[in-house]
Nanobody
Framework: QVQLVESGGGLVQAGGSLRLSCVAS????????MGWFRQAPGKEREFVAT????????NYADSVKGRFTISRDNAKNTVYLQMNSLRPEDTAVYYC?????????????????WGQGTQVTVSS
């Protein structure tokens, strides 16, 4: 079982930036695809971004393309989400997803572990 701990959330004005971090422990980090999801109040959890095992491939939701960047540092067992040009509609709890395995072809991924989430609030 992988333990995932997110950090970096907070309150920011529209147009601002935040960087989320997720530290993983418990399994070999480099074996797995990592991802970020988010859940806004009253809405279902939605996909944000994924990154392949050594970071060569990434995939983003259309709503964040060009504004968010996912990256990973395998030496630190950490995955990041750099969020720029934030909008009020980005307000949500952001969850790190781990133990990702490609279902059949990239970018279809099944995740086996989830963090507790970190709140991101963007004010207008």
């Amino acid at each position: 079982q992988v333990q995932l701990v997110e950090s970096g959330g907070g309150l920011v004005q529209a147009g601002g930036s935040l960087r989320l971090s997720c530290v993983a422990s418990g399994r070999i980090f480099t074996r797995y695809v990592m991802g970020w999801f988010r859940q806004a109040p009253g809405k279902e959890r939605e996909f944000v971004a994924t990154i392949s095992t050594i970071g060569l491939s990434t995939n983003y939701a259309d709503s964040v393309k060009g504004r968010f960047t996912i990256s990973r540092d395998n030496a630190k067992n950490t995955v990041y989400l750099q969020m720029n040009s934030l909008r009020p509609e980005d307000t949500a709890v952001y969850y790190c997803a781990g133990e990702g395995v490609v279902r059949d072809t990239w970018p279809r991924v099944d995740f086996g572990s989830w963090g507790q989430g970190t709140q991101v609030t963007v004010s207008s």
